[in-house]
């Protein structure tokens, strides 16, 4: 009887523990839906103010710290994308360049510049509603950018040429490894 | 004889055409590496500066409209890499979002994120001295992203998690398609 007892007692420790987690997953699941739909409504409302179509945010400890819509057009800036935007607000918030805490919430999938831009913030989560081919079929030329990067530089439809040794003059990468003082990143 | 004169003539023409051809192109190679040259003295003053070790500059018709170096760390900006900020600066100085008759002369082969950006510019032509595996050596993830932006989505090393149709909600795409006013870009 004594482990019988003792049986049913570890089986509902289990249970609990179990129901736990996959209580704390649909939770993350359900926060990751929130955040998202609200990046769509920031889409919306970018439209609506004359921006681009794409919303994003970035979230800390389940709290979203930086928002931002596409605002090419506007402030003439290419680089004005609204993932690109959000990532710069949420670093002059912090003072920091590190995102690595951070998840990234963008109502289409982050264009090879942004998805760059993710990587050197560090950031290690990402959660997006539309992908590059819906975004070409409104328009926009995410799919070209990623079919041109995957080519050599001297094949793509932008012309890279590539000069070694122009000037045989400055070599910014021996002077970087020189300097006792800099700040990898 | 009045045959051979005007032979002679037709010759003479073609060589002089020719060689002003000639001439033009080693002008615009010997500019090409001028430029080039520019930037990486530029990246070198990053350093010294106490930034890191690239250096940019856009030019627009033979002369040089903006210049810049990496200050990632100094700006706590990640997305503050020398082409970046040398594509921001043309564009508030020229007014506009295009930088379609400018070239990009870099210190080294533009990041993913960069790249993106020249895309977005519309920027024809970029020139770089060192190349993503020099990068690599120097300690810089550049080719690391390279390698990461050629896999799907789900198999990179940061999550990239895609929900499609999350809310059933706001569409942005459709909103830009329906909306009248606005500037494709």
Request: net charge negative; charged share 20%; hydrophobic share 40%.
């Amino acid at each position: 009887m004594q482990e019988f007892i003792q049986a049913a007692q570890s089986m509902l420790i289990f249970a609990n523990h179990f129901n736990s987690n996959v209580f704390h997953l649909i939770c993350l699941m359900e926060k990751d839906r929130v955040f998202l739909c609200r990046a769509l409504e920031i889409a919306v409302q970018g439209v609506n103010e004359g921006g681009g179509p794409f919303g994003a945010l970035i979230a800390k400890d389940g709290r979203i710290i930086a928002e931002s819509w596409n605002n090419v057009v506007l402030s003439a800036d290419p680089t004005a994308h609204a993932e690109i935007n959000a990532i710069r607000k949420a670093c002059e918030i912090l003072g920091t360049h590190d995102l690595a805490d951070c998840i990234l919430y963008s109502s289409c999938e982050p264009c090879p510049m942004c998805l760059g831009a993710v990587y050197w913030a560090g950031i290690k989560k990402v959660v997006y509603a539309f992908d590059r081919k819906e975004a070409e079929k409104a328009g926009f030329s995410d799919k070209f950018i990623y079919d041109e990067i995957m080519l050599e530089p001297s094949s793509r439809h932008v012309r890279f040429l590539h000069i070694p040794g122009c000037c045989n003059g400055p070599d910014p990468f021996r002077k970087w490894n020189e300097n006792e003082n800099k700040i990898p990143y």
